[in-house]
Structure formats: C-alpha cells, structure tokens
C-alpha cells in the first residue's frame, strides 16, 4: 500500500530524514517510535505534504502512485489522512462544514455525488456517538477553544467520517487521560481491517497497550534502525532507546 | 502556497456580465438647471420638488468632490454624464410579472435570481428598478392590507407629498455631502416605505437595482420610515453587466426609526468591479444614513460588499433617542485593482445609546480596503457604549489593508471598545483543510467564510446564502 | 497672517543681534522661515490637528529669552534626583552653571548645540535635519528658522554609558512670555547604549511656549532608552516632534509620560529602516483643569522583520482633553512584520474629553498587526470592593487610577521619575501603599 524508499529530508537545510525505508501493506498497523527529534513528525508530514519539507532523494509512493507529485488534497482524498499532534484551530468554520467539505471532495474525487444530508448526518451522528463527543461539538468552530483532548478526539472523528485507507496518527496519545486514550483508541481500532493501514506515531509505549501493532519500527537520528513485532516496544519501555540501538542489529 | 496561486483562486471572472437589450429613452449627457427641469417634469413632480432638485444643485455647484479617503481615480465629468434614462413605456408599466419584459426576466435569471419564485416562494415583495423606473411592484395588496406602504420614490411624491415633505432629506440634508448634494438634484428613482405605527411589515421588502444603459449615472433615493414600535427588514442587492466606461453611483438611503421601531436594512452589493487592469467598473458612493429619533428604536446596516471598482460608503446612524441601538455589520471584498473606503459612523447623543461595529476587510490582488469609521460621543450621552471589531484579512503582497478609526468621547460615562487585527490567511490552516482533502480554492473559501461569520449571521437568510455564494463557497446550508 | 508676522519678526530682531553664521545654517534658517511663512500655523482642517487648536500659540506674543538666571536652590528643587550628567536649558538659553557634564568618558559627548557648532559646526550640519525636514510641519519650520540651541549627544560605537544623560528644560515665570525652539541630535553608533532623560519643569505660574525638535539616529544594534517627563507649568504650551531613525537590530523605547502644560502636542516617529530594529512606545498623559495633551505616534516599517510595540494610557480629570492618533504603516515588501499598538483612556470626569484614532496602514501581507482601544471610567465594583477593606474612597480612586496607568509604569525602572508620576495622577496616597505593592492589589480587585 505504501512504500517508502531511501527517503531523505531536510528542513531549513538541516537534513532530519536520512535515508528511510518502510513499507506497509493493507490490513496492517505499524507503529513508529523514537525519541524526540528523530524525526517521526518529519516522516509523516511528509506524506502529508506539509511545506518546508525538502524531499532531496527517495521516493514515497501510495497504491502505486507518486505521492510526492499529489497535491496536499489529492492525497487525502486517495485515502492517506494525517492526524495532527497539534490540530490548528479555524475561527468560523464550523466541525460539520469541515466534515462536510472534506467528505464531499472525496467522493467527487472518485466520481461519487454529494452525499445525501440525510444520510451523511446519520453518519455523522453515529460517529460523533462512538468518541462520546457532545453532538453540540458540531456546531463549534473547528478545534476553536476545544481541549486537547477534545482536539484528538475530533482528529479521529473525522477519521471516522472520511474512512481513510491509511491513516497517520502522530503522537494522537499525548495530552489524553486514561478514559479518553481508551475511546481514542477503540476509534482507531473501529478502523482496522483487511484493506485499511495505520501508522501509529508515538513516543510511548503505552498507546500500543490499547493498539496493538502488527509491526514497531524504532526511529533514530533519521533512520529505522530497527524493526520487530509488538513485542519490540515492549523492550523498549524496559530499555530505553539508547540500549535497543547499542545492541548489534540482528 | 505561492502567492501566485492564491492570487488565481481570489481572481474570478465577473459572472453578472452581460448587457440586456432594452431600448432606453436617455436624455444626452450634461448637467444644468434644464435637466434637472427634464427630470422633475419626466416624473410628473409638482413644483415644490423641483424647487427642492434645484436648492441641492445650487449648493452642489459650490461644494468640492471630497478628497480625504484613500482612493485614487480621475477626475468625473459630471457632464459626460446622461441623467435619464427609462424604459420606453413608462406609462404602460406593467402591473404583474407575467406583462414584465421576459428580457428583463431572463436577465434576473442569469443573476441567479428567479424573481417570481422567489417572490412567490419566500413571501418577499419586489421592487424591481431597472434603468431607473420601477417596472414592476408586486404584493402591493398584502402590503396594503398591513397598512404598510411600498412604492417607488416617483409614486411616494405624487401620492403621499405629505410624507415626503415631512422626512425627504431630514436625515440626509441636501447639502449634506457632495454626492448626496447630486443626488438630491438628479434622483431618478427608489423606494419609499412607510410601515404605521405598531405594524409589523408582514415580509421582507426587496429591491434589485441595475445600472444598465451605458454611461447612464444612477442616482436612486430610498427613504424608509418606521413609526412607533413598527418594524421592517429591507433588502437591497445590486449587480450590474460588464461594460468598460466607469460607471457613476451616487445613492442616498435615509432611514428614520421613532419610538421602539426596528428598521434592519440588508445589502449585497456586487457591481461590475472592473477588468484585472482596473479598466470599467463602477465608481460607487453612497451616503447611507439612519436616525434613531425615538427612545429604544434601532437601525441595523449589514452590507456585504463585493462589487464596484470604487467604493465610498459609511452607513451610519444617529443615535438621538434614549437607549437607541445602531449597528453595522460589514464584509468587504476587494480584488483586481478595486478601492474601498468604508466603514461606519455612529453618533451617540441620546443617553444609554449603545452601538456595535463589526467590520471584515479581505483584500486580494492589487486591490486596497480602507475601514473608516466614527464612533462620537456626545456630552449627554450617558452611559453610552460601543464595541467596534475590525478585521483584515490580506491574500497576497500586493493589497493593502487599512483601518482609519475615529473616536470622539465626550462623556466619561461612555465606554468605547475598539479591537482591530490585520494578519493573512494562515498557511497551517490551509494545509488542515487541503489535508483533509478539500481543494485549495474550497479551503481558502471556508477559511474567508469563517473570517466573515460574525457579519453573514446578521443577514437575512436568503441574503445569507448569496452572500456565501458570492464568496463562491460550495458550503450548502444543509446541515445545521 | 499677522500671527506669523509676529514670528517673523521676532526672528529679525534676533538675526540682527547674531552677526554672521556658517552659510548652512543661514541656508536651512530662511527655508525653515519661508515654509513657515508659506504653511502659517495649522488649522483644524488640516487632518493631523483636526483635535488640537494653537491659537493659543499662534496669537501669544512670545519673545525670546535673553539669559539664563535662575536659582540654583529653585532648580535643585525641581530636577530630578537622580545621579546623571545633566544639561539644563533656562527658556531655552544653556546654563553653564546648572550643567555638569564632569567625568564624562572620551567615547561620549554631551553638549549644548552652541558648543558642537563652536567646535565643529560641519559635524552638526551632516545629521541636522536630515530627520525632520522643514516639511514636517509648521512648528518644524519655526524651530528651524530659530534654532540656536540644544544638546548634541554622540556615542561611539560600543560605549555603554554608565549613567542617565539628563536634558533638562526650565520654563521661567516672567513679565514677558517666551519662546524656545530647542533643537536635540542624538546619534548612536554602532552597539552604544544610554538612557536620556528628557525633563520639561518650571516655574507653576510661569506661561511661555517651548517647540522642540529632536533627531535620534540609532545605528546598528544600538539601544536607545529615551524617557520624556513633561511636567511643564500647566500655562506652558509644549510642542515636541521627535524623529527616530532606526538601523538593523536597533532598539529605540520612548516613555512618553505628559502630566504638564496648558496645551500639548507630541509627534513621536520612527522609521524602522534595517532588519530586526525595534521600537518601544510607552505613553501616559494625564490631563486635568483645561489641559489638552495631543500624541501623535507613527511607526514606519521600511524594513523586513521589524517590531514596533505600543502602549498609551491616558487619564483625563475636570475639562481635560486627549487626544491620541497612532500609526503603523506597513511598507510593500517589509514582510514579517508584527505591529502592536494599544491605547487605553480612562475619564474621571463628566466634562473630559480623549478623541482617539489608532490607525495601521499595511501594504503586506505576512504581517502580524493589531490594535485596541479602549475608553472608559473606573468600576465602581472595585472601589466598592476597596472600599470594603477599609480604604477611603478617594484612595481607592487613586489606587485604581494607579492600577489603570501600571502597564505602562511598570516598564519604568527609574523610581525618581515613578514617584513623580505617582503624586500627579493618585495624589498623595497614604505611606502605607508603596506603589509596586498598591498597583499589584488595585489590579488584582479589578480582575476580581
């Protein structure tokens, strides 16, 4: 599904991303873990397509096509969807007009017509249900004054909505308590399966408690230096970052 | 995103531009005491309003064209100018929309605006001014029925001179200004409301001006009188077709509230702005003004102006009556090489008077947007209060974005908030939008929409959705 | 017209007196006159006086001063006290004998006009002007025109100047009023750094007019602290027109504090002309009895990644009238620029009256750019609350009025000057509330 190759990125002539390799098939959860600084913002900003990212070499490409030729939209609606660590807030564009918006461009996209109101506020409604968000949310100006935890919240609820054939979660664990990590969580565990992906981008261990990844990479100093099952991060909690790299990759 | 780009998704063509072929009777241009005679005798007025056209013309021939707003344009030949101009029936004015020149129909149409649906529709009467004559007024009898009288300027003089002579120019003196000072020359034709003491106006009136005839300046009046605990919703929106002469507006609009009455007066304004290089578009200044005479009335100006290559514009509203309320909601879109100086004046004199400004500026392409506002504070305006908020928004390097507040307090009762922010669209918002999957143009558009919210929500509904639609969002109203 | 013939002959006379002069000066006296005499004094038509009137000024009969007399137990009584190297003008005539200059450093000039054009009139010629053209205005002109003295302060580059370099201005109570047309030149090299105090004082029953021009020219990264305590005697009339011209990663902050005079007029102007210079606009103007205090303040940025920061407080009291115009202009292509500018007035009386106008003119747009303002009285909830505690009332107004003018005064680390400021606006508040301690409860009751 996606496949990253010798991928190597420089901000503000500083290169942050140093030759990087991951390929991720459908149906599968990958998380990426690493210290601050190492660059795990960088990679999935990336393949967003946020500017003052200088791809110098290397290739990312989504079902076969060149994403760093798509357009920050065109992305998206191919179905590669970036969750914020830190969501923007828009003054007076309300949630379900972003929703709305962002739901229709997808489906003109793939020849599809508006969906039907009716038929896109049930939808909306029975998402916004599943985050235990406050349906009145909707109304609010997009992120505008919300928490962060209501800011993660709504990052998976428009996953939810726009059903993304991989998503890109950074950091979605941080600022968030234990009972809204759970509902984050199962949000994102709703999304999983055999045609969908995830990648997982976090500094903890404690969010894979809740997802369990098919594959953990660990990102050091702009490279993968190692890879394993759930059980790496696991190793990782034990030993730290510097250990697991110390030790001769197998 | 390049600058460039962002210029591309703000540069549209003008959709309202095409010319409807009706034959007008238009007198040459130039202006003397002879054409003022022409038009007074056209419209079949008695004496006392020619003398009334001729009083402003005297004054107008002493007083100078204002220089002090930020706008550059050449001098105006007011004698290139044609003041006349009229369907060639005027005497047999249709009386139902089915006796309407289909052509003049179809040009509604390709406006977007389906006058008979819309007027059977949503219970909105219909004003319609074309080349300066009214052609068609519709509900009149449900009007009549509410007591509520709804004519055009022309009909209020000859049918209602004691009305006319009590308010015409009490809030807008002729010599007020210099282009209200034309105006009360040369008006050819308006509105004229009336709604009776303790009436309700049953709909929300409605007028769509056009400037037509080439070279044809337009000089409409409107005069609006609510009496004690009346109250009216007023619309007024305007577009004209592409044509490469600059074409002069000068409108006068007085408003007058008496005890308790509620006047809102609502206006889209989108004129042929001019070509990318500044050339045709309409040179538009308008002296708009309310006077809240009675205790606790109030006057609500929303404007959302997107037209004209010109624009000189300050509705304002005089606060005389204790506890009366005005207000101006603003949103002002200048691209091209299009000027705007606008803003509001509010003059508090009655105690306990409160006033509310809130203004939203974008200024794309080469274009510049002043906002210019008085907020004066009278000794005996106890307790007075206002709120002004002024925002700019710019898109691209090229625009300018001022804001010119003036704040005259004279009463240490008084509080006088001003908050004014200028900044561009940011570039992290964009990006969450696009990757969400909206386009660049859809992104920008909400963003603008968002950045305009506080005014459209002041907007009657159906305004509301043109407005939106004139910033060209594809954002239906739907969900909600 | 007879108004600026009055002027004019004034200025004759003294010509007369002069004898010869370097022919620039002759030069840029005449054109200074005949742009005065071509403009004659502003009206209220004129945009930038539309709220200040200068009849006043312009039907008073000054003259010029002759000498310097005044006591020196007079003048200790209304300096500063503060340990400084001090100039002191009398009716703008140098006084040698209130001057002391002693143990200045090489790297630093401080010294009447008079005495740098004596020594090298050349040196003076260059920079002289160069700011505040006679086109400035009519009263730019007319210091022109009469300019004879002032103070010239030069800093080599990198000198940090161990103390505040005083300029202080005397108004002297006479038969005859009189005029000063004081002229300032401030130039800073490269990484210099001083603080000028700039004091107007006099004599209470004293009534003549003072028309200063000062040219400030701050090269690269040098730091300017200027403060302005104009406690002029409350008949004085105060013209002053300041002219900043910032380099690349200068820093200029003015602290304009106006308690004084019968009629004021300040414009304050910078030109953020390099990358990276900032400019700092403190402003409190307090007005009572008939006072009218006019600020006008302009923050051009000709340059990318410039700052220009503003905050005015204005308090008025009886038939006191403010007036405050700020300006930020933004030039086409200075892009990352970010403006600030705050303006906040408070009325105490019925009769007070502040016309305020803050304007910002942006012609780019990456430029983060605001402003406020605000008019309004004191809460009555807080001096309900003050009172509540066992403060009389008239303290609780003084404390909040404090309050009101601590966002500005908290930036001013010189206590002489916060002191003064203090009595003038709260009145002689009780011992027990120093003014750190009181600003900080008064604004903890306002928040409350």
Known sequence: MLEVKDLHVTVEKKEILKGLNLTIKAGEVHAIMGPNGAGKSTLSAVIAGKEGYEVTSGSITFEGQDVLEMEIEERAQAGLLLGFQYPVEIPGVKNIYLLKAALNAQRAARGEGDMPAPEFMKLVKEKIAQMQMDPSFLQRAVNEGFSGGEKKRNEILQMLVLQPKLAMLDEIDSGLDIDAMRVVADGVNSLRDSKRAILLVTHYQRLLDYIVPDKVHVLMDGRIVKSGDAELAKELEVQGYEDIVEEPAA | MATEEMEQLVRRDYKEGFVTDIESETVPPGLDESTIAFISNKKGEPDWMLQWRLDAYHQWLKMKSPSWAHLDYPPIDYQAISYYSAPKRPEDMPQSLDEVDPKLLETYEKLGIPLHERAALAGVAVDAVFDSVSVTTTFKKELGEAGVIFCSISDAIRDYPELIKQYLGTVVPVADNYFAALNSAVFTDGSFVFVPEGVTCPMELSTYFRINAANTGQFERTLIICESRAQVSYLEGCTAPMRDENQLHAAVVELVALEDAYIKYSTVQNWYPGDENGVGGIYNFVTKRGDCRGDRSRISWTQVETGSAITWKYPSCVLRGKESVGEFYSVAVTNGRQQADTGTKMIHIGEGTRSYIVSKGISAGRSNQSYRGLVKIGPRAKGARNFTQCDSLLIGDTSGAHTFPYQEIGNSTATVEHEATTSKIGEDQLFYCRSRGISEEDAVSMIVNGFCKDVFQELPMEFAVEAEALLNVTLEGAVG | ?448
């Open chain 3, 1 to 448: 017209m007879s108004e600026v013939i009055h002027f004019l002959d004034v200025l004759k006379k003294r010509l007369a007196q002069r004898g010869s002069e370097p022919t620039w000066i002759a030069a840029r006296r005449q054109a200074g006159a005949a742009r005065f005499e071509a403009m004659g004094f502003p009206t209220r038509r004129d945009e930038a006086w539309k709220y200040t009137n200068v009849r006043q000024i312009a039907q008073g009969h000054f003259e010029l001063a002759e000498d310097a007399d005044y006591s020196s137990a007079k003048a200790a009584a209304l300096t500063l006290p503060i340990d400084a190297y001090r100039l002191t003008f009398v009716d703008g005539v140098f006084s040698a004998r209130l001057s002391d200059v002693e143990g200045l450093p090489e790297s630093v000039q401080v010294m009447p006009l008079s005495q740098a054009l004596a020594q090298n009139h050349e040196a003076v010629g260059g920079p002289l002007g160069r700011l505040t053209g006679v086109e400035f205005s009519p009263f730019s002109a007319l210091n022109t025109a009469f300019m004879e003295e002032g103070a010239v302060i030069r800093l080599a580059p990198g000198t940090v100047v161990d103390k505040p370099i005083i300029l202080q201005f005397v108004s002297r109570a006479g038969e005859q009023p009189v005029m000063s047309h004081p002229r300032v030149l401030i130039e800073a090299a490269g990484r210099s750094q001083a603080t000028v105090i700039e004091h107007h004082m006099g004599d209470s029953d004293a009534a003549n007019f003072t028309n200063l021009v000062a040219e400030i020219m701050l090269d690269r990264g040098a730091i300017l602290t200027h403060y302005k305590l104009q406690e002029a005697p409350l008949a004085d009339l105060h013209i002053a027109s300041i002219h900043v011209e910032q380099r690349r990663d200068s820093r200029y902050t003015s602290y304009n504090l106006n308690l004084g005079g019968g009629l004021v007029r300040n414009d304050l102007v910078t030109d953020l002309n390099g990358q990276g210079a900032e400019a700092n606009f403190y402003g409190l103007f307090y007005g009572q009895g008939r006072q009218h205090v006019d600020n006008h303040t302009l923050a051009n940025h000709n340059a990318p990644r410039t700052f220009s920061n503003e905050n005015y407080k204005g308090i008025l009291d009886d038939r006191a009238h403010g007036v405050f115009n700020g300006k930020v202009v933004v030039k086409r292509d200075s892009q990352k620029i970010e403006g600030f500018q705050s303006n906040a007035n408070l009325l105490l009386s019925d009769r007070a009256e502040i016309d305020t106008k803050p304007e910002l003119e942006i012609y780019a747009d990456d430029v983060k750019c605001s402003h406020g303002s605000t008019t309004g009285q004191l809460d009555k909830e807080a001096i309900y609350a003050l009172r509540t505690r066992g403060i009389d009332e008239q303290t609780a107004r003084g404390l909040l009025t404090l309050a009101f003018a601590g966002e500005v005064m908290e930036q001013v680390d010189i206590d002489a000057i916060t002191e003064r400021v203090e009595l003038a606006v709260a009145g002689k508040l009780p011992e027990r509330f120093n003014l750190a301690g009181l600003v900080e409860i008064a604004a903890a009751f306002n928040e409350a």
